[in-house]
Nanobody
Framework: QVQLVESGGGLVQPGGSLRLSCAAS????????MSWHRQAPGKERELVAT????????NYADSVKGRFTISRDNAKTTVYLQMDKLKPEDTAVYYC?????????WGQGTQVTVSS
């Protein structure tokens, strides 16, 4: 059974930090590219960051570049998103995604709220 379970979301003040985790199971994690996406109320889901299978290549949306860092630990089958200097506009439900060829899996999401 494929599972992607996000955790680490919560309420944080502007300028603060959070670290999201996505624990994967039920598929060959190390052979899948991973990514984080987010969806704010009333908006479409958007890509935040991607990482290749071995963690060498990463890409970020312009809105988070320099503030967020994606990483993965294939031994722990987990992908992370370190979020620093958070802004109110980062408020959204954050989802992790795994993709390889035509196969793609999604987690259930974790809420991140940035507010004073």
């Amino acid at each position: 059974q494929v599972q992607l379970v996000e955790s680490g979301g919560g309420l944080v003040q502007p300028g603060g930090s959070l670290r999201l985790s996505c624990a994967a199971s039920g598929f060959a994690f190390s052979t899948y590219a991973m990514s984080w996406h987010r969806q704010a109320p009333g908006k479409e889901r958007e890509l935040v960051a991607t990482i290749d299978t071995v963690g060498r290549s990463t890409n970020y949306a312009d809105s988070v570049k320099g503030r967020f860092t994606i990483s993965r630990d294939n031994a722990k089958t987990t992908v992370y998103l370190q979020m620093d200097k958070l802004k109110p506009e980062d408020t959204a439900v954050y989802y992790c995604n795994a993709v390889r060829s035509y196969r793609t899996y999604w987690g259930q999401g974790t809420q991140v709220t940035v507010s004073s």
